[in-house]
């Protein structure tokens, strides 16, 4: 066996093979592929073939068109379209916002009526037909030829591999790098490990001392027999029935039918035998019969057809379904490919492209922030709360998760000391990275966990809360509100190294006062926003970053993988269940304050963007006057057990003043009429803090070179060709707006909306959107997609409510 390579990669699935192929293809000749088995030999072998390029996310869009191109030039794809279906009103609408959502990110793809779908499946029966979208570029793959194919492809290349070799451990430098990885044939020294072991990922990573999310979930698939006289011809479409959870492909002259069970079973959660291969799990007919049932309702002659073969395999889920992509923080040359099944065919050959990219240029095309493999926190590791999260989010594969619809495995895992407080004012708990938050307040009712309560009140229409959420906006901007703020996420950072540290990780100048607040991002080599965050400046050496409840684990990996060996000293350190932070804003918030206090919080001595300890009646906190709704106020950050106290004398100072609990939809409204951005949809790394309106957090001549910095440099020379604008669309009316809507001039498709709300302030439907630099401001031909409506927009000011901040300043 060959002793050294530059790049090992584990896993001969599809995704481990194309990203072989990726490699050698970007000129990395020195490359091996380790599987334990045959190729296909795992999830890969079992898979039913189907690939589709509609996806509502740009990114996997764009995978599954790669992918697609991909196999089609290897001649393993099958091009004979797709009819996805419609069997209620209900959905129907769902594919309105969904294809809407698709044209904006440029798939050119619309709905067709019932009868153009009869045409191109005469088969169907008519009824409970409400209309379908049709893809022709779409079609099937058969596993092992198209696997093999990209294998032969890479190995033409030079690529070698090595089958029924099992990997047994690897080992590490002095420094902490990979080495060389350790099989049952022997030893292989080299400098980076791709880990694409598919359901063994979680094992694989084990060896290297990672712990990772990863849950073998049960799918199903079945072949049934042709019926004379009702044959499929083998250039049919594929289908997709979304309110039936199933689909299917031509195979034999009927169809290979799978599905999307309601309640799917996970298997082998803390570890898979390594001599599972190929082979099959137990099969379960009375889970998968209902589906088939409801197949038989969509195709008749399915009723007449003799059954092949039930097929269950375990395929790999993370508890958000997407897969664990990039390198690994704090070992340098493990890199993830993994648990990628719920892409399967579809994602495997755009993740292999993206790896390729990442490793050797630093960089990829496409956005791939919500797949980076280390943004899962502690409690995701606990293998029975990842199975929890995995079999739900198998569970809405097809089955439509609407926006403001709650996750409920697993809850409560993470609680605030407020949350009994809370509990007594009538809360209703949404859940952000394991945390109990609340979404709104009904003091009229008991206080409840939200989940699926769009649902609940007839899915795509005007919220339930929505009154609830204006009173509470009313409050903020009038009297007062009381928030909870304590999964926010806290980063500390000590020591002689953290300021030369964040120096080189933000755009913005950190060497401040003591006591300064700065705004500012995290920025990639070609300047797109990976982070948004505060950075407040606790002493010389001593910083605290605060991040969302989402991102504290992927802002500590991104910190954590910018290190360098040469580096001062410094300690990084994950404080945020140490802290409880209450927010405290509105007009009346001062009054309020300076109940409980002693010290001075003028605007004199206390102004915005600076922090400091005050006395909050016999406990210490620490203070912020920072604001994420547009009005006067401060978070308060209390030591986790001492910090009930403040919360109730706050609450009881309060009752003179006006003051409400509120929650988190208010905060979103809150920040759409002041104009505050919200990472992942109106900043992500494919946008730079020029197109986004943040040029103030920029300070290319106040301090030494940042991560970005030379990208922003050329930017500033050569100038940008979108900018960040903010729409009022409609009138008054509230509207079904919850983004990713496309954007149209004139009849053609230009942008799509990024974040969307309604401002009860101003009344009036908000929505921001990327547009080109320069934009005719009086454009009148601005439309937006709702439901298949288009409803005319303007362009507005960048800031909705008190545009000279006099509110925040009081």
């Not at 992942?680 to 309106?693: K, Q, R, Y």
């Amino acid at each position: 066996m060959q002793s050294q390579a530059r790049i090992v990669v584990i896993g001969g699935g599809i995704t481990g093979c194309s990203v072989l192929y990726h490699l050698v293809k970007a000129g990395v000749k020195d490359v091996i592929l380790l599987e334990k088995g045959e190729l296909t030999s795992g999830a890969t072998c079992q898979a039913a073939g189907m690939l589709t390029q509609f996806n509502t996310s740009q990114t996997i869009m764009r995978m599954r068109q790669y992918s697609t191109k991909l196999y089609k030039s290897l001649n393993a794809f099958s091009e004979v379209g797709s009819v996805n279906i419609a069997s209620s009103p209900e959905m129907l609408k769902t594919f309105q916002r969904n294809v809407s959502r698709a044209r904006g990110i440029g798939l050119d793809v619309g709905i067709i009526s019932p009868e153009e779908t009869i045409r191109l499946l005469p088969w169907a029966s008519e009824k409970s037909l409400y209309g379908a979208f049709h893809l022709p570029g779409d079609g099937h793959i058969d596993p092992h030829t198209t696997t093999y194919a990209v294998a032969k492809a890479a190995t033409n290349l030079g690529a070698q591999i090595l089958t029924n070799t099992r990997v047994t451990g690897m080992s590490l430098s002095a420094k902490g790098e990979i080495r060389n990885v350790i099989t049952d044939k022997g030893e292989i020294e080299c400098d980076i490990i791709v880990n694409a072991a598919g359901i063994w990922s979680a094992q694989i990573a084990a060896m290297a001392g990672i712990t990772i999310p990863c849950t073998p979930v049960v799918h199903q698939h079945i072949a049934m027999e042709a019926v004379v006289g009702s044959e499929i011809p083998a250039d049919s479409p594929t289908f997709r029935d979304y309110d039936h959870l199933v689909y299917g492909r031509p195979e034999g002259g009927s169809y290979l039918v799978g599905g999307w069970e309601m309640h799917p079973k996970a298997i082998w959660i803390d570890g898979v035998p390594w001599n599972h291969g190929s082979s099959e799990v137990s099969n379960d007919f009375d889970l998968f019969a209902p589906m088939l049932e409801d197949t038989i309702k969509r195709f008749p002659f399915i009723g007449d057809a003799g059954m092949i073969r039930l097929v269950a395999h375990p395929d790999a889920f993370t508890p958000d379904g997407g897969p664990l992509l990039g390198p690994w923080p704090g070992l340098k040359g493990f890199w993830m490919a993994a648990v990628s099944n719920m892409q399967g065919f579809g994602g495997g050959g755009g993740i292999g492209k993206t790896i390729a990219e990442w490793i050797t240029q630093g960089k990829t095309e496409w956005d791939v922030f919500a797949y980076r493999a280390w943004r899962f926190s502690r409690h995701h590791n606990q293998a029975l709360y990842a199975a929890e999260c995995a079999k739900e989010v198998y569970r809405y594969y097809y089955r439509t998760k609407y926006p403001h619809d709650e996750n409920v495995s697993m809850r409560p895992i993470r609680t605030s000391p407020f949350h009994h407080r809370l509990q007594d004012l009538g809360v209703v708990f949404g859940t952000k990275n394991g945390w109990e938050r609340p979404n709104y307040f009904d003091p009229k009712k008991s206080w409840r966990k939200a989940g699926e309560d769009q649902r609940e009140w007839g899915g795509w229409v005007k919220p339930d809360f929505f009154e609830t959420i204006a009173a509470e906006s009313e409050a903020v901007r009038n009297k007062v509100g009381l928030f909870d703020m304590s999964a926010f996420g806290k980063i500390e950072l000590k020591g002689p190294g953290a300021l030369p540290l964040i120096q080189r990780l933000t755009d913005n100048d950190l060497d401040r006062p003591k006591g300064s607040v700065t705004y500012t991002q995290f920025l990639n080599d070609q300047g797109g926003i990976v982070a948004d965050i505060m950075i407040t400046r606790l002493d010389t050496q001593y910083f605290r970053i605060i991040t969302g409840s989402a991102l504290i684990d992927s802002d500590l990996g991104w910190i954590r993988l910018h290190q360098k060996d040469d580096d001062l000293s410094v300690e990084i350190k994950d404080v945020t269940e140490d802290y409880a932070v209450i927010g405290l804003w509105g007009p009346n918030a001062r009054d309020v304050l300076q109940k409980i206090t002693g010290s001075d919080i003028s605007h004199k001595s206390f102004s915005y963007m600076t922090a400091k300890n005050i006395e909050a009646g016999s406990i210490q906190a620490f203070a912020q006057r920072v604001t994420y709704v547009g009005e006067l106020g401060w978070e308060l950050y209390i030591p986790k057990d001492k910090s009930i106290f403040v919360w109730d004398q706050l609450w009881a100072a309060g009752q003179d003043f006006g003051i409400r609990p509120c929650g988190f939809k208010a905060i979103d409204s809150l920040r759409l009429e002041k104009g505050f951005l919200a990472l992942t949809s109106d900043i992500t790394s494919l946008e730079n803090p020029f197109e986004a309106g943040l040029d103030h957090c920029v300070k290319m001549n106040q301090k030494g070179d940042f991560i970005g910095k030379n990208a922003l440099a050329a930017l500033q020379d050569q100038g940008i060709k979108q900018q960040l604008y903010t729409l009022t669309i409609g009138e008054e009316e509230y509207l079904t707006l919850y983004g990713g809507e496309a954007v149209t001039l004139n009849g053609k498709t230009i942008s799509r909306l990024r974040s969307t709300g309604y401002g009860h302030t101003i009344k009036k439907n908000i929505g921001f959107a990327y547009l080109p630099k320069g934009f005719d401001e009086n454009e009148t031909g601005l439309m937006v997609e709702v439901f298949g409506e288009m409803i005319g927009a303007k362009i507005a000011p960048d800031v909705l409510y008190d545009p000279k901040g006099k509110a925040i300043r009081r």
